[in-house]
């Protein structure tokens, strides 16, 4: 199948299942999967104009519901966190947006900076999994790994506790998780929310793979709680980031800038699948697994991304 804007031909089996296999294993840490997905459009397909951002913005739009909906049937999806961060990205991934357009257009560029992102992503899922000083959070995941092994109803499911928000303000969020209490300063997260939505406009992955990241190493938040928040607040700003790109379209004749609507369909229907079997599955995976693998994952794709422009 020829899809116009992208400029490419492509069976159109490849992107729905790459998709699956990718965000089966990403949702599981609040990750949509976008974050591997681009860097596939741009040096397996060979799709390396602006649009391609758009593209994936419009595969976490088609892709993320499902994850979010088990989430939230699950009881774990922390409503205040998810507002933040979205408030916060929603400005930045405009300044993205532009940035993107005007400032890397040039494939080479992007891929550099695509790197360092990715390299920025993955040292942080590392060290925090490396580290032995988070007993606090440690001990609220292994409560959860446990629960999901040996307490069941009379039915004979899972009977999954589930996240209480006990406060909420302008200066505060505090909520409870498996007995243990976890209290963030609303502030520091929104304006890392504002850093993170112009990256995430620029890079096209809607800011989530960074937040989740940012979640559990720098506010020492349990990795089961932070997943459906971040992939919430990516699928809201993604909504936005397609938008603004469609509208600055018209602005820029002699570019490709608005999403390959088919392309970024199919792979979100493989997303959309594989986020819901992901995110069904996140409960049954100690914490530590899902931190290590998306790690080596995210820091292989950004060093390969950094060599290939040294050795270009």
Do not use: C
């Not at 899809?3 to 965000?23: H, K, Q, R």
């Not at 000083?133 to 009379?154: D, R, S, Y």
Request: aromatic content about 14%.
């Amino acid at each position: 199948m020829y899809f116009e804007v992208a400029g490419i031909t492509v069976n159109p089996l490849i992107p729905p299942l790459v998709a699956f296999l990718i965000s089966v294993f990403t949702s599981t840490g609040g990750v949509s999967g976008a974050f591997i997905i681009l860097p596939f459009q741009v040096s397996v397909l060979g799709f390396t104009s602006p649009s391609v951002s758009a593209t994936n913005q419009l595969y976490n739009v088609v892709a993320i519901p499902s994850g979010v909906y088990r989430y939230i049937r699950e009881g774990r999806m922390i409503w205040p966190l998810t507002w933040i961060v979205i408030a916060g990205t929603l400005p930045g991934v405009l300044i993205g947006a532009f940035v993107r357009i005007n400032y890397l257009t040039n494939p080479t560029y992007f891929k550099i900076f695509a790197g360092f992102v990715l390299l920025y992503i993955g040292f942080r899922i590392l060290r925090e999994n490396l580290s032995k000083k988070k007993p606090h959070t440690l001990e609220a995941e292994q409560k959860f790994n446990e629960i999901v092994k040996g307490h069941k109803t009379e039915k004979g499911k899972i009977k999954l506790p589930k996240a209480k928000v006990l406060q909420f303000n302008f200066k505060i969020l505090e909520y409870e998780f498996v007995g243990e209490r976890f209290k963030v300063k609303t502030v520091p997260i929104f304006i890392i929310s504002s850093i993170v939505g112009i990256v995430g406009g620029i890079y096209g992955i809607g800011g989530g793979a960074i937040m989740a990241p940012i979640y559990v190493t720098f506010f020492n938040l349990p990795v089961y709680t932070v997943a459906g928040p971040a992939l919430m607040g990516t699928f809201i700003t993604s909504v936005f980031g397609v938008i603004i790109f469609e509208i600055l379209a018209p602005f820029y004749p002699t570019l490709s800038v608005a999403p390959d609507w088919k392309l970024g369909i199919l792979f979100g229907i493989g997303g959309f699948l594989g986020m819901y079997v992901g995110a069904r599955l996140q409960k049954y995976l100690p914490a530590k697994i899902i931190k290590l693998i998306l790690s080596v994952a995210i820091l292989f794709l950004g060093i390969r991304y950094i060599l290939n422009f040294v050795w270009k």
